[in-house]
Every structure is written in structure tokens, then in C-alpha cells.
């Protein structure tokens, strides 16, 4: 990964918007994407600037060991206690009057404490500057997601061979995500998701002590983190003969998917491709059932930029990498949710996620 030239990019922006510095504060995890981004640093404290000049990190004794592996390109710069105040003289030193600081991820707090600090620096709060940087992904960032995809299709056969009635929604995510970690994954790219019966109708259900029975549908989201990055999948399968009723929303949302599928493409907006996927579910009477977007980025962050919704603003670019779900949920009952991974490619798209979904999968 060029983390340098990541921040050249930022380098660059600065100039045109006449600041002087970016600031990056990661406290216990509060930025951690972006500084990992920039940096490649994975601790859970640290900060940088990146300055007019050149560009400064630093991180506490906790941290500073990691840093110098992790970080090679750029001294690594120890955080006394009151980090604050040597922030304030760094910046002082560096006579940075002007500088930006990201507005998503910058709590009240910190702002406040920074403010009552900095004479004479005027913070600028800014909106999207390294989450914007982060939706197009280079060639090894792509690589990253898509090995976490794979590990994360491998598991869910893995755990579909041991599904058996009397088997409880959380041993069933607790099996799932020991397996990812013992094969290769940093982590779950979120709190696994797996629904029996009538809990799949909960978009984004918590697992529980219900148990698998003959009939039930099976509705797994799941994803596994590999080098820092993401997999989003969502698949339904079900034990046993499942209900006609359930056999019809799996092919519209199936049918769905397949719309979203083929509508994502550089240039296409995340409305566009949204209505798409939605048009279906809408004129089979179902509009009101399907209550989220159809996707979002992935990347670091399992939601990241753009969307893909009746709302949203943004254009898919090629190399953005999103995901594709359109769902349909009867509160009580059911719910059906095909979520795919996908590569945005100049005249279409390249799937991720290889486990099958052709027909509801009877285990
Ligand atoms: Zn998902
Ligand atoms: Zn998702």
C-alpha cells in the first residue's frame, strides 16, 4: 500500500483549499480507518498531520514498537500523558494557522479540548476528505477484499455441513466466526448475523438462544476481515421443506439482486442502481418490506461510501467496491436478504461472492 502517496493526495488538497495541515486523531478506535489508511497503522491511539511540508505521527509507549514495523516511512513521534497540550505546541512549532480536521469522526469533546488549546489555529471542520479518497480502491486493496470474501464463502459451508435442528442462533455465529479466526482472519468485519425462522424478518438481527427446527429459512450475514479489510455476504437457505410463501420471496429477491447486478457500473448513480433492484420488489407489492438502501461500500469499514438508495448522492466509479442486497421482510414470519460483493468495473461489475445462490439451498 503507498500510504505516502495517499497523503500526497491530501497534500494537495490542502493547497487548493489554502490550509495548512490535516489532522487525523485516532482515540480507542475513533478513527482508526482513516488513520490506517493513511499510515498503515493498526494500533488503536495515535495521530497525524499531515502538514504544508511533510507530515508527523506520532503514538503513545503502548504503541510506539508496532509503529516503527508498521510505519517506516514517517519518524515515529512519542505522545506524552498530556497529549493535548504537546499536540498544541507541535502544531505551534510547525506555525500551523490554519487546519482541517475530519468532521465524521471528531467527537464534541475532542474539538472543544483542541479549541481551548490552539491560540492563534483556526481548526476547519471537513466533511468526507479521506472517507472520499477511500471509495475507490487500488488494485491491492481489491485483493484484500476479495480474499476476505473467499474466506468468508468458505465458512459458510463450513458451517452449513453442521447445522442441525436443536443447534442455537448463537453457537451457530460463535462456530462461524472461531472458524474464520482460526483460518486466517483478523477478525468478523461486523457481529455476525445468523437468523432461524421468524427472526430473519429483523434486518440487522441479534442472535439469540432460538433453535433450528424442520422448516425453518436460515438467513446469514456474515463477513470475515483479512488484512485490515472487509467481506459483506448475505445468503437464506433453509432446513428442510420451506413454506411456498418463503420459496416465492427468495426468487423476486433472487430476481432482484440479479437487476441491482446487472445495473451497477461506472457512471450509473446509487439511486439508479438502487431503483433497479427496487422496481421489482415494488411492482410484485412488496415495496414497503424492502426498508434499506440496496448497498454500500466496503472497504476498511463494512459501511463505508458510496450507497446505493432512493437517497443517495453519489455516482459509482470503477473500483468502488459494493455490496448488492436487496431484501423483503414480513415482521413475525420471514425475511429473505441475497447480499453480494462487488467490484464496479468500467461496463459492469465483478462479483466477489461466489457462494451459490441460485435456488433456496433446502439443507
Ligand atoms: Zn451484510
Ligand atoms: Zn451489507
Known amino acids: 500500500m503507498d500510504h505516502a502517496a495517499r497523503r500526497a493526495k491530501l497534500r494537495r488538497r490542502l493547497a487548493e483549499e489554502g490550509l495548512d495541515a490535516f489532522l487525523v ?38 504503541y510506539t514498537e508496532r ?71 487500488d488494485p491491492e486493496e481489491v485483493e484484500r477484499i476479495a480474499a476476505a470474501a473467499r474466506l468468508t464463502d468458505e465458512g459458510l459451508r463450513w458451517l452449513l455441513g453442521r447445522l442441525k435442528p436443536g443447534t442455537s442462533e448463537r453457537e451457530a455465529a460463535l462456530e462461524l466466526e472461531m472458524w474464520y479466526r482460526k483460518n486466517g482472519a483478523d477478525h468478523v468485519a461486523f457481529d455476525l448475523i445468523v437468523a432461524f425462522g421468524e427472526g430473519s424478518s429483523m434486518p440487522h438481527y441479534l442472535p439469540g438462544e432460538r433453535e433450528l427446527k424442520e422448516g425453518d429459512l436460515i438467513l446469514l450475514d456474515i463477513g470475515a476481515k483479512v488484512d485490515g479489510y472487509c467481506a459483506d ?47 421489482l420488489i415494488q411492482e410484485a407489492g412488496y415495496g414497503d418490506q424492502f426498508g ?58 465483478e462479483i466477489l461472492s461466489a457462494f451459490p445462490k441460485e435456488e433456496l439451498l433446502v439443507l
Not at 469522526?105 to 483556526?122: A, C, D, F, I, Q
Not at 441491482?260 to 433497479?276: K, N, S
Open 233 to 279: 455476504l448475505t445468503r437464506v437457505v433453509a432446513l428442510g421443506r420451506p413454506a411456498p410463501e418463503a420459496r416465492a420471496i427468495y426468487e423476486l429477491v433472487l430476481e432482484a439482486n440479479r437487476a441491482g447486478l446487472e445495473a451497477v457500473r461506472a457512471g450509473v448513480t446509487g439511486v439508479e442502481a438502487d431503483r433497479a433492484a427496487r422496481k
Open 67 to 137: 509503529a516503527a514495523r508498521e510505519v517506516p516511512d514517517l519518524p515515529i513521534e512519542k505522545l506524552p500523558g498530556r497529549w493535548l497540550d504537546w499536540l498544541a505546541d507541535r502544531l505551534e512549532s510547525l506555525s500551523l494557522k490554519r487546519v482541517g480536521i475530519g468532521a465524521q469522526r471528531t467527537s464534541l469533546w475532542l474539538y472543544r479540548e483542541l479549541e481551548k488549546r490552539l491560540k492563534g489555529v483556526e481548526l476547519v471542520p471537513l466533511e468526507g476528505w479521506v472517507e472520499g479518497l477511500r471509495r475507490v480502491k
Open 25 to 62: 486523531i485516532n482515540l480507542e478506535g475513533s478513527d482508526g480507518a482513516n488513520l490506517r489508511y493513511l499510515t498503515g497503522f493498526t494500533g488503536s491511539a495515535g495521530g497525524l498531520i499531515v502538514g504544508k511540508e511533510g507530515d508527523v505521527f506520532a503514538t503513545d509507549s503502548r
Open 292 to 349: 434499506h438502501g440496496l448497498g454500500h461500500g466496503v472497504g476498511l469499514e463494512v459501511h463505508e461510501g458510496p450507497r446505493l438508495s432512493p437517497v443517495s448522492e453519489d455516482t459509482l466509479e470503477a473500483g468502488m467496491v459494493v455490496t448488492v442486497e436487496p431484501g423483503v421482510y414480513l415482521p413475525g414470519k420471514l425475511g429473505v436478504r441475497i447480499e453480494d460483493l462487488v467490484v464496479v468495473r468500467p461496463d459492469g461489475c
